[in-house]
């Protein structure tokens, strides 16, 4: 099972009660909001991918119907980054695959995951954490990184006006954007909504 749901980047997951579930790695809107209001200590910590790992030269081998069914071989590579780093080669099987542009495509996906995701973050948080799932987006915000600004609401006056528990400073010549971790009135599970704010706003929000 896992293999025919890694034929499109996904995982198979068998929650133990009689329920399965096949989760996709792929673009989805974030369904939480991580500060370090809510993280044990206030701290996050990073750690990359060993450079070994980031493999900037792919060869995929399937079956090719236009070779009698006969094993082929594509390959995908990263000039730039093989400039950089030197050759850094993978090979694998593109299993159940019999089209070229499939398994050209199934290689473009590792060159690019083993090659752009390579921050890791960890950290420790309360049971907000036991309502995430494998392969869910989340957001982080922490100003040690340059990674946005974050605060936490005090009181809300109105639908539209609320105070922070400690005021931001939005420095001039930027656009922002505000996010709101809440929870979804028809499904009781944690989204995040994000807001444009009014292009060249500076100053002091409290």
């Known amino acids: 099972i896992d293999y025919i749901c890694g034929i499109f980047g996904g995982r198979f997951f068998d929650d133990g009660d009689g329920n399965a579930v096949i989760r ?4 989805q809107a974030a369904v939480q909001l991580f500060t370090p209001e809510k993280v044990v200590d206030g701290l996050f910590s990073y750690s990359f991918t060993d450079i070994a790992s980031r493999a900037n ?18 390959t995908v590579s990263l000039p730039d980054h093989i400039v950089d780093y030197g050759r850094i080669p993978l090979n694998f099987v593109a ?3 019999t089209n070229v542009e499939e398994a050209k495509r199934r290689a473009r996906y590792k060159l690019v995951t083993g090659t ?3 921050l890791i973050a960890n ?4 049971r907000q954490g036991a309502y995430i799932s494998p392969y869910d987006v989340i ?10 600004y974050h605060g936490r609401i005090a009181s809300r006056s109105s639908l ?23 929870v979804d009135s028809n ?5 995040v909504v994000k807001y444009e704010l009014q292009p060249g706003i500076s100053g002091t929000i409290n």
């Open 95 to 97: 299993v159940g695959c």
């Open 24 to 27: 996709i790695d792929r673009d």
């Open 123 to 126: 950290f420790k948080t309360n």
């Open 160 to 182: 539209s006006e609320f105070s922070l528990i400690d005021p931001l400073f939005l420095e001039s010549g930027f656009n922002y954007r505000v996010c709101f971790q809440v």
């Open 139 to 148: 957001l982080i915000s922490d100003d040690d990184i340059g990674a946005g």
């Open 187 to 191: 499904t009781g599970n944690y989204r």
């Open 116 to 118: 752009t995701e390579t």
């Open 57 to 74: 030269d792919v060869t995929v081998s399937f079956i090719n119907p236009d070779l009698n069914w006969k094993e082929d071989r594509r």
